[in-house]
Antibody, heavy 122, light 107 residues
Framework: QVQLVESGGGVVQPGRSLRLSCAASGFTFSNYAIHWVRQAPGKGLEWVAVISYDGSSKYYAESVKGRFTFSRDNSKNTVYLQINSLRAEDTAVYYC???????????????WGQGTMVTVSS | DIQMTQSPSTLSASVGGRVTITCRASQSITGWLAWYQQKPGKAPKLLIYKASSLESGVPSRFSGSGSGTEFTLTISSLQPDDFATYYCQQYNTYSPTFGQGTKVEIK
């Protein structure tokens, strides 16, 4: 079964750090770029970051650049999103999503995880 | 960044009715557009990619059209399971962007 499963969310104080994980199964993980998309409570979808299939290319939304770091371990079929200097506006459900086409960095997202909630609050 | 503008933000429709949602890009994205359906508490689900290609397993009552800067999603005969929020997404660049969403409600 092709799936992505996020973990690592929780309630965190402003200024602290958090690492989210997204574990893949059911497909050849090392062939696909992975994106993170977040959704603040009651709001729309906001793209956060992408990492290429081999980890050599990464791009970030301006709103998170310098605070978020995206990495992957293809031996563990897992990507990681390190979030530093958390702000209230980072409060959201964070989804990881797979691109539809192997090797492509920019593509439609055909597989999504169930999401993990990050709440930034003192 | 390319801005995506959806209209309407909300629409009310009856079961069996025809629904059309429009998405406009701030610059040409050729055909690099996807549509997603999202239900409360759930992850988005891919419906349409490359503006008009139907994702596997998606009912044929869903269709997409358009190119350049103007795109539409049509649901030909609305079913109870279709009441949800719909998002367009451009993936012409390495920083994809989403429309603000269209909530389809029961009339």
């Amino acid at each position: 079964q092709v799936q992505l499963v996020e973990s690592g969310g929780g309630v965190v104080q402003p200024g602290r750090s958090l690492r989210l994980s997204c574990a893949a199964s059911g497909f050849t993980f090392s062939n696909y770029a992975i994106h993170w998309v977040r959704q603040a409570p009651g709001k729309g979808l906001e793209w956060v970051a992408v990492i290429s299939y081999d980890g050599s290319s990464k791009y970030y939304a301006e709103s998170v650049k310098g605070r978020f770091t995206f990495s992957r371990d293809n031996s563990k079929n897992t990507v990681y999103l390190q979030i530093n200097s958390l702000r209230a506006e980072d409060t959201a459900v964070y989804y990881c999503a797979r691109v539809q086409t192997r090797w492509e960095l920019s593509d439609a997202f055909d597989i999504w995880g169930q999401g993990t909630m990050v709440t930034v609050s003192s | 960044d390319i801005q995506m503008t959806q209209s309407p933000s909300t629409l009310s429709a009856s079961v069996g009715g025809r629904v059309t949602i429009t998405c406009r890009a701030s610059q040409s994205i050729t055909g690099w557009l996807a549509w997603y359906q999202q239900k409360p508490g759930k992850a988005p689900k891919l419906l349409i990619y490359k503006a008009s290609s139907l994702e596997s397993g998606v009912p044929s009552r869903f269709s997409g059209s358009g190119s350049g800067t103007e795109f539409t999603l049509t649901i030909s005969s609305l079913q109870p399971d279709d009441f949800a929020t719909y998002y367009c997404q451009q993936y012409n660049t390495y920083s994809p962007t989403f429309g603000q969403g269209t909530k389809v409600e029961i009339k």
